[in-house]
Nanobody, 124 residues
């Protein structure tokens, strides 16, 4: 079992920055690839970013590439999502997810463990 707790959401103006954190517990953190997903009202959940267990590989949705950065600190059992140049269309509930195994994936069905989500609202 893996427990995930997100933090860092809130309200920010367009063009601003925000960092989300996800603290994990329950098993060896470095053995889990991690991902961030988001879901806006009335829309399906979508992939945002993912990182391998070692942190050596990352992947991003085209919509956030160049603006968002995923990273992890395996000593602290924490994964981060640094979001810069935020746009109103980034407004959503952001979810942290963990996958059994360290290899990076982007499809949400591969992620077994999910956090409760944190709201990010970007005002225009």
């Amino acid at each position: 079992q893996v427990q995930l707790v997100e933090s860092g959401g809130g309200l920010v103006q367009a063009g601003g920055s925000m960092r989300l954190s996800c603290a994990a517990s329950g098993r060896t953190f470095s053995s889990c690839a991690m991902g961030w997903f988001r879901q806006a009202p009335g829309k399906e959940r979508e992939f945002v970013a993912a990182i391998s267990g070692s942190g050596g590989r990352t992947d991003y949705a085209n919509s956030v590439k160049g603006r968002f950065t995923i990273s992890r600190d395996n000593a602290k059992n924490t994964v981060y999502l640094q979001m810069n140049s935020l746009k109103p269309e980034d407004t959503a509930v952001y979810y942290c997810a963990a996958k059994d195994g360290p290899l990076i994936v982007t499809k949400d069905s591969w992620f077994r463990y999910w956090g409760q989500g944190t709201q990010v609202t970007v005002s225009s």
